[in-house]
């Protein structure tokens, strides 16, 4: 069974920092390409940052230049730097990842994980 299993989650002061993780188990052959998503109440999932198994990166707008995803392609583990934390960045995050198992190309979602910033 293949799960994604995020940590790091929980409170962060604005301008402070916090580090999610995410690790895939299971048959995996080999992960595509991972990402974070976030989701906050009343709002819409939307997309955090993907990064490539060749390493090409890909930022929302709101995080450029405060966040930062990277990848250990022999873990299958993503991770997701966050520093300058601000209030709006409140959400619980959820880690995405596509993997190949057993010869096929499939989309996973791990369970989430809240990020609450506030001082």
């Known amino acids: 069974q293949v799960q994604l299993v995020e940590s790091g989650g929980g409170l962060g002061q604005p301008g402070g920092s916090l580090r999610l993780s995410c690790a895939a188990s299971?048959?995996?052959?080999?992960?595509?390409?991972m990402g974070w998503y976030r989701q906050a109440p009343g709002k819409e999932r939307e997309l955090v940052a993907t990064?490539?198994?060749?390493?090409?990166?890909n930022y929302a707008d709101s995080v450029k230049g405060r966040f930062t995803i990277s990848r250990n392609n022999v873990e299958k583990t993503v991770y997701l730097q966050m520093n300058s934390l601000k209030p709006e960045d409140t959400a619980v995050y959820y880690c995405?990842?596509?993997?190949?198992?057993?010869?096929?190309?499939?989309?996973?979602w791990g369970q989430g994980t809240q990020v609450t910033v506030s001082s």
């Open positions: 990064i490539t198994n060749s390493g090409s990166t």
């Open positions: 995405n990842a596509l993997l190949w198992v057993w010869g096929r190309l499939n989309n996973y």
């Open positions: 299971g048959s995996i052959f080999s992960a595509n390409t």
